[in-house]
Each structure stands twice: as structure tokens, then as C-alpha cells.
């Protein structure tokens, strides 16, 4: 299993150029997530999705979409990137399991994609 | 809503002593507590959960974390660092199990010296 794995590793752009992260998972996990890292800022959530065909918006969604294109993939856009964004983002996958009598819901987390923002 | 806080932004300890991250959070529902550790240059790993089933979790490398729900805290142990854990900590909370969303603390870094 390669578990979850982001393209690209490193990315320049732009203000103003759009981009499209892609995501992809091989664990079957129903939900996917697309975080942000910034420096003292933990990772923000921007986008999740609870399952195939459904997207909700996480804590920091202004700038992006997303599309669950399947069970598998889960991709960001930056449709007018602006330096704001420059960011390291990671995508995440997750599956709920029974254990020890409690559903517990751990979350697989990508390599994650360097953008710099220019 | 849920927050978490990190205390201590850097953590510099000798190889062989105690490391002790400090992790408190808020939650208006009983949580999931997680501790997450990252290597230069990789994403996220998880290093132990706390799920209800006991107060004291157990997770790789060593390290282990108590649940105290009357000090909202869970902090993050190891008796004797290693080099090679030389690394960002992240603790991070859930209200719940199904596709839920994690809330982050700020990040420790830790420094460990020979």
C-alpha cells in the first residue's frame, strides 16, 4: 500500500495563476481532508469529505475548491492563487473502526505539497 | 467548538532525559485526543490516541499520554530521549469518531541534544 500520496511535492506560481492539488488514497477510507501548515498555526483544516459525492468547508476555506472525484481521489484548486496561500498542505485520509468498544476515527496524512506563492 | 493549546512553542532536552510535552484543550463534548509527530520534511504520523477505553495510552517510540479530564489536559512523555526523536509534536483534538475533523495545536519542536 502506498497509503496516501500527493502530487506535486513543491510548486511555484504566480498571483493570480490557478493550480489543482491532487490527492489519492489506497486504504479504502471513506472520508479525505485538505489541511493547510503555516509556522505556529498547527494544520488548519480547509475542506473535508465525509464520503464519496459529499464536500463541506473546514475552518479556512476562502481561496479554494475541492472535488471528491471518487472514493479514491480528493483534489484542491486554487483558482487566483494569492501569496496568503503559500502554505504547505497536506492531504489526509481516514476510516472509522470499533475498538474496544469505541469508534475511533484516525486520520493517515501525505507527504504534502510545498507551494510558494510569488 | 474545540481549541488546543501547545504550551511551549520549542522543547530542547538531553539525549537520555525526560521529554514532556504539555497539551490542553477545550471541548464542549468528551473528546478524542490524538499526539502526531512530523519529521523534517514529511507529513504527519500518528504516535497515540485516547479514545474512553483507558486514561493512560500507550503509543510507538516509547511514548505515552494521560487523559486528565479535570485538568483538560493530556500531555505527552517519553523517560528517555532519543536523537532520533528530534522532531514537531502536534496534539490534536476530535468531538467525536465518524469522519471527524481534527483541531491542531500550535506545535512543539523538539531539540535534542547529545
Known amino acids: 500500500n502506498a497509503g496516501v500520496t500527493q502530487t506535486p511535492k513543491f510548486q511555484v506560481l504566480k498571483t493570480g495563476q490557478s493550480m489543482t492539488l491532487q490527492c489519492a488514497q489506497d486504504?479504502?477510507?471513506?472520508?479525505m481532508y485538505w489541511y493547510r501548515q503555516d509556522p505556529g498555526m498547527g494544520l488548519r483544516l480547509i475542506y473535508y469529505?465525509?464520503?464519496?459525492?459529499?464536500?463541506d468547508k473546514g475552518e479556512v476555506p476562502n481561496g479554494y475548491n475541492v472535488s471528491r472525484l471518487n472514493k479514491r481521489e480528493f483534489s484542491l484548486r486554487l483558482e487566483s492563487a494569492a501569496p496568503s496561500q503559500t502554505s504547505v498542505y497536506f492531504c489526509?485520509?481516514?476510516?472509522?473502526?470499533?475498538?474496544?468498544?469505541?469508534?475511533?476515527?484516525?486520520?493517515?496524512f501525505g507527504p504534502g505539497t510545498r507551494l510558494t506563492v510569488l | 467548538a474545540q481549541s488546543v493549546t501547545q504550551l511551549g512553542s520549542h522543547v530542547s532536552v538531553s539525549e537520555g532525559a525526560l521529554v514532556l510535552l504539555r497539551c490542553n484543550y477545550s471541548?464542549?463534548?468528551?473528546?478524542?485526543l490524538f499526539w502526531y509527530v512530523q519529521y523534517p520534511n514529511q507529513g504527519l504520523q500518528l504516535l497515540l490516541k485516547?479514545?474512553?477505553?483507558?486514561?493512560l495510552v500507550k503509543g510507538i517510540n516509547g511514548f505515552e499520554a494521560e487523559f486528565k479530564k479535570s485538568e483538560t489536559s493530556f500531555h505527552l512523555t517519553k523517560p528517555s530521549a532519543h536523537m532520533s526523536d528530534a522532531a514537531e509534536y502536534f496534539c490534536?483534538?476530535?468531538?467525536?469518531?465518524?469522519?471527524?475533523?481534527?483541531?491542531f495545536g500550535g506545535g512543539t519542536r523538539v531539540l535534542v541534544k547529545p
Open positions: 469529505s465525509a464520503s464519496e459525492g459529499t464536500t
Open positions: 471541548s464542549s463534548v468528551p473528546p478524542y
Open positions: 490534536a483534538v476530535s468531538a467525536g469518531a465518524a469522519g471527524n475533523k481534527l483541531t
Open positions: 489526509a485520509s481516514s476510516r472509522s473502526d470499533l475498538e474496544q468498544g469505541y469508534w475511533t476515527d484516525t486520520q493517515y
Open positions: 486504504m479504502n477510507h471513506n472520508s
Open positions: 485516547y479514545t474512553s477505553a483507558a486514561t
